[in-house]
């Protein structure tokens, strides 16, 4: 897998072994647990930051999702978020950590639904950035790539970059400077990741947010869900009907940001997750 000089500088020194595959993940600062749980098609990097301002007064955790960053990737592997809340569930187990307040993006905020749904995880609060949770959702792209993934993966390399840069690119309402798109496209170079990125897209299935769709007004924390204003991945009214679900949960807009949240207006999600962590 080839790196940017950039994720060099995002180390995730420890390993954790998930049904014999490794999960990287990272911890800094001490005090009340504070986890980070990236999106597709992004790793834990996308927290670079966001994470660091909390780790005066916190212990912080971020990881990359099985398939995902620096973590494995192999033929075969399913990577899909039928799998994801069991990682993120074990992984609680391995750190010893009861009821965290955990901060989401996009699938993330599935996993994290999921695992809270799902696997019973009890959380001190939880954040959800443009999630995927509400139905229907999957670009085109994404059904192309469901129908045809053995063609695209086996790509020339210079068509699958010109894909996947011009993909990512559309997750930010500002224009990403090349040194982050390359940070954010470069697990998913090589054979290994090259085949990893039409992977993880084609194992997309609404089933999984289907699963958890009757139990979204069960989330037993406090729940806050920002959004993007220009998002142009998940249209913001998805989120409106997300916080109409769950009881007590609060809604807020991000100006001039779109999917990414964290690239388009970092200084505004730092704001209102101290506002909300008080």
Known sequence: MTKSNASILWDLPQEFLFKGQSVRFGVIGDGPPLIFVHGTPFSSVVWRRIAPHFARDRRVYFFDLLGYGQSEM????????????????????????????????????????????????????????DPVAIAPWGSPFVQHVRKHEGALSGLPPY???????AYVSGAAFRPLPAEILDLYCSPWRGDVGQAAFYRQI???????TDEIADRISTVRCPVLILWG???????????????????NARFHTVPMAGHLVQDD???????ELKSFLI
């Open 74 to 129: 192999r033929e075969g592997q399913d990577v899909s978020l039928g799998i994801q809340n069991d990682l993120f569930a074990r992984l609680l187990q391995h750190w010893r950590i009861e009821r965290p307040d955990v901060v989401a993006h996009d699938f993330g905020g599935a996993t994290a639904l999921r695992t809270h749904l799902l696997n019973r995880v009890d959380f001190a609060s939880l954040t959800l950035i």
């Open 265 to 271: 207006s970092p200084e505004t999600l730092v704001a």
């Open 159 to 165: 068509i699958h970059d010109a894909i996947l840069a």
């Open 202 to 208: 084609a194992l997309m299935d609404q089933r999984f």
């Open 229 to 247: 204003e220009e998002d142009r991945w998940i249209p913001i009214e998805r989120g409106r009907t997300l916080a109409s679900r769950i009881p």
